[in-house]
């Protein structure tokens, strides 16, 4: 009656059922083995446990989710390769786990581990395999292993390593088994236009080549450049830092230039010879057949023009109001201090005048001296040539025209470049008592001298005075006397020019 259940058990051919029946003394024996992190990625040492799939003393199947880690690149999904039992997790959620470091420890099959695989912690009896005072039939335990030895005999395939695992190593000549590799969607969709994709690299590759010698010296000039300021900008930097101890009165009006704007035809059309020798002419009659008449002075090629703006005239009538100003021909001469006398201000005979001069290596203020003993076109030859000097590499302007004293009174034109019409322009110490920008010229409706208005040709001026040496009250009578000059310049030929 018991042997007959006995013999259909073992003449059954699977190994696996052999063992259910078994007593105790025979079950599988346990070990445990310490997962541990494996390198994920080129450069990367460590990473973060994000989350874990299972529990402790949770069962798990090979290449089931065990836990997911996030390293600075990216975040990795890491699969078991044993099947048995989670006995510890040792990174909790939120830790760093170094590569190389245990995850945890998982319960396994003896028979199933494999040395190579992951490091095996001790040999473990699970409590079915515990030792039982259990004494079986000794002619039933002689069957069944006798039986069991047969099995063990056979030939069994070797398990697989999992390629996450530490120990994996691929084989050169690897013996594919197509049902078991695991292809996913867009993988089987790649394999499937792998030939397509292909061709197409490869005609793309050899279309387009690119000159890597060509990259790099570009993406070096990317890179911040550091430049040392010149002398002249050095000197522009410390006048600027110097022009704060100035306290500044800013006053901006316009000027009415209708009038030269009518004038400026007939100015034109009667430049001297010896500054535009384009328009030589000869009389029929010698002039100086009694006697030699004088001879003007000699013209430089630089400072030769062939047409007049309104700059030269601006100049002129402001020279002519600062004549009635003498305050603004006036330099500040500070006191002495160790001495403690007070500043003093020097009146100078003439209107030295100095203009702001954009060049290539900075901002100048060459002076034109004694402006207000100047014509007209002496006054416009002066600026062609000064602009000559400035636009030279290096610059060419000397002491001659930037003497020491500089001027009473700077102006700047910033309408020649932008289209603005006001400015705050800066005065630094030494740079006289007052300045002023004048913007671009636009004609404009006036209704201020009619109801029905007209077109006048104005220009926006910008001053900026010192506000130790003139008042408000002071610099906007000046304004007033200049305006007269410029919305009214016949004046200049009654008074002689």
Not at 269 to 288: A, G, M, T, Y
Not at 315 to 344: C, D, E
Not at 381 to 397: D, T
Not at 412 to 426: L, Q, R
Request: hydrophobic letters at 40%; glycine letters at 6%.
């Amino acid at each position: 009656m018991f042997i007959r259940p006995l013999r259909r058990l073992l003449t059954r051919p699977t190994a696996v059922s052999h063992f259910h029946t078994f007593p105790p003394c025979l079950s599988s024996r346990k070990i445990l083995q310490n997962f541990k992190l494996a390198d994920i990625g080129e450069g990367i040492t460590e990473c973060e446990v994000i989350k874990w799939n299972v529990k402790e003393l949770g069962a798990i199947q090979s290449f089931d989710p065990l836990c997911e880690v996030q390293s600075d690149k990216a975040s990795v999904e890491i699969t078991s390769p044993f099947d048995g039992i989670v006995k510890e997790i040792l990174v909790k959620e939120g830790e760093v786990a170094k590569v190389g470091q245990g995850l945890c420890v998982i319960e396994v099959d003896e028979e199933l581990s494999d040395s190579a695989s992951a490091e095996q912690i001790e040999p473990a009896l699970s409590a079915a395999a515990a030792p039982s005072p259990i004494i079986p039939n000794s002619k039933f335990v002689e069957d069944a292993v006798s039986r069991a030895e047969q099995i063990r005999e056979e030939p069994s395939a070797p398990r697989r390593l999992h390629p996450m695992d530490p120990n994996y190593l691929p084989s050169s000549t690897p013996d594919i088994n197509h049902e078991n590799v695991l292809a996913k969607p867009s993988v089987r969709h790649y394999a499937r236009q792998k030939k397509d994709i292909d061709a197409f690299l490869s005609q793309q590759a050899s279309s387009v080549s690119v000159d890597l010698s060509s990259v790099a010296p570009r993406a070096q000039t990317e890179q911040d450049v550091i430049v040392e300021l010149g002398r002249t900008r050095y000197g522009m930097w410390k006048a600027m830092t110097q022009s704060l101890e100035v306290p500044h009165f800013g006053y901006s009006t316009s000027l009415d230039l209708t009038s030269l704007h009518s004038l400026l035809p007939t100015l034109n059309s009667h430049i001297p010879e010896h500054f535009d020798p384009s328009k030589s002419s000869s009389l029929p009659i010698n002039p100086s057949a009694l006697h030699p008449a004088p001879s003007p002075p000699p013209v430089p090629e630089s400072a030769q023009f062939t047409r007049l703006t309104y700059l030269p005239i601006l100049i002129k009538t402001l020279a002519k109001a600062m004549m009635a100003w003498p305050v603004l021909r006036s330099s500040i001469t500070p006191g002495s201090v160790n001495g403690g006398g007070k500043p003093t201000l020097t009146i100078r005979p003439h209107a030295d005048i100095a203009v702001a001069l954009s060049t290539p290596t900075g901002l100048y203020t060459p002076v034109i001296p004694h402006a207000d003993t100047h014509s007209i076109y002496s006054l416009s030859s002066q600026l062609k040539h000064l602009s000559f000097l400035g636009r030279q590499v290096p610059c060419a302007l000397t002491m001659n025209e930037m003497p020491k004293r500089g001027a009473t009174v700077t102006i700047s034109n910033i309408g020649a470049i932008g289209d603005g019409e006001y400015a705050h322009p800066v005065l630094v110490p030494g740079g006289g008592v007052a300045i002023v920008a004048i913007g671009r010229a636009r004609w404009v409706w006036d209704v201020s001298k009619s109801d029905r208005g007209e077109r006048r040709l104005k220009v926006g001026v910008s001053w900026s005075a010192d506000h130790r040496v003139l008042e408000g009250a002071e610099l906007a009578a000046f304004v007033e006397s200049w305006r007269a000059y410029v919305e009214a310049p016949e004046r200049l030929i009654g008074e002689g020019i």
